[in-house]
Structures are given as structure tokens and as C-alpha cells.
T-cell receptor, first 115, second 115 residues
């Protein structure tokens, strides 16, 4: 069975600085997708960034980028120029490719941003 | 484009009572998910529909939980009778047939408190 592990329950960053959130996963499949979701206090899960496993190039979305290490099964999220609005729970998620597999989530990392 | 709609936002019930949650996915999305998120944890899949058929309900406590998706659009999740450990946020999400490449879109969730 696939598993997703986020080893940092809480992280803190100063406004305008950079922070990296860690995620590792375990799978025997070769075709899959990885995601980072943000969950603010409003509870709605917001998709931040996605990565297709077959792509070697790391995904980037504005201030958010990932470091995808397929052999190491690592998928970290880097937030640059952190803003107060980035404060939230961040969840790493795995979805197998092909058929409509469901999302498997890690336990999350609570990010605080200090002004 | 309207997002995933869920109601109610909050619900408080006594143990052994019944409760129902409603979800309206994004128009045209064939896949619908119900997730349970217990405080401090990542979301866990309860059931996944493809149109009006069940794809995965392996983690649904079928002795008390039921779900249906009539006509392949709206969905209802029911708990009867509720237990204290059912207190959680219930998230509905949807994705298109190409959803594996873009991830799932989530509603704002229903926070259930069982007292």
C-alpha cells in the first residue's frame, strides 16, 4: 500500500524568507502524481502545485516550487518570499496514475509566518 | 465556474442520532470523493464514485455509514447511528476524467461534532 509521510508537524518562517516542507512517500508503482495542498482555517483544501512522476523537471508555480527526487521518493515544497497569507496546514498527497485513484494524504505540516 | 458545494457547514448531534451531508461537485466532473478528516490528521478516503458507480468504499464503515450518488451528480453521505469518534470534518471533492493530471477540487467541508 502507498504511504505518505510528512515528518515536520510544525514549521515557522519569517515573512519574505524561504521555507522548505518535506514529504516522502512509498510506492511500487511507476506511474503516479504528487500534490501539495494548502488548508487554511476555512478548511477548504486548495491545490498548490502538482508533479507528474514521469517528468524529471521540477514543477514551479510562482513562489512555490518542488524538489522531486524520484529515486529517493522525496517531494519537498519550497515557498519563496513567504507571505502572511501562506500560513496554513500543508498536505502532501499521492495519486496513482492511469485509473482514477484516490488521493492519499500525509498528516500535514502547520506553517506559521512571522511578520 | 462554481466550485464544489457542501452543506451544512457545521452540525452538532448527539450520539446515536443520524446525520446527512450533501455535496454538489463541479459541473461535468465524473469522479466524486468523500473524505473524513479527524483533527490533526490528513484526510482519509471514505468512498469514491465514478459517475453513479462506486469505485472504492473499502474504508467506509458500512455498518453506520452510507453514501449515494444518484444520477451521477449530487451525492449524500449519511451516518446512522453516529458515534463520538465520528466527530471530524467531512470533505467532498471532485475531479474530471482527466483528474489524475490536475488533482481533485475540494469543497469547504462539514464540521461534525458528536456529543
Amino acid at each position: 500500500a502507498q504511504t505518505v509521510t510528512q515528518s515536520q508537524p510544525e514549521m515557522s518562517v519569517q515573512e519574505a524568507e524561504t521555507v522548505t516542507l518535506s514529504c516522502t512517500y512509498d510506492t511500487s508503482e511507476s506511474d503516479y502524481y504528487l500534490f501539495w495542498y494548502k488548508q487554511p482555517p476555512s478548511r477548504q483544501m486548495i491545490l498548490v502545485i502538482r508533479q507528474e512522476a514521469y517528468k524529471q523537471q521540477n514543477a514551479t508555480e510562482n513562489r512555490f516550487s518542488v524538489n522531486f527526487q524520484k529515486a529517493a521518493k522525496s517531494f519537498s515544497l519550497k515557498i519563496s518570499d513567504s507571505q502572511l497569507g501562506d500560513a496554513a496546514m500543508y498536505f502532501c498527497a499521492y495519486q496513482r496514475g492511469g485509473s482514477q485513484g484516490n488521493l492519499i494524504f500525509g498528516k500535514g505540516t502547520k506553517l506559521s509566518v512571522k511578520p | 465556474e462554481a466550485g464544489v458545494a457542501q452543506s451544512p457547514r457545521y452540525k452538532i448531534i448527539e450520539k446515536r442520532q443520524s446525520v446527512a451531508f450533501w455535496c454538489n461537485p463541479i459541473s461535468g466532473h465524473a469522479t466524486l470523493y468523500w473524505y473524513q478528516q479527524i483533527l490533526g490528521q490528513g484526510p482519509k478516503l471514505l468512498i469514491q464514485f465514478q459517475n453513479n458507480g462506486v469505485v472504492d468504499d473499502s474504508q467506509l464503515p458500512k455498518d453506520r455509514f452510507s453514501a449515494e450518488r444518484l444520477k451521477g451528480v449530487d451525492s449524500t453521505l449519511k451516518i446512522q447511528p453516529a458515534k463520538l469518534e465520528d466527530s471530524a470534518v467531512y470533505l467532498c471533492a471532485s475531479s474530471s476524467t482527466q483528474g489524475a493530471t490536475v488533482g481533485a477540487f475540494f469543497g469547504q467541508g462539514t464540521r461534525l461534532t458528536v456529543v
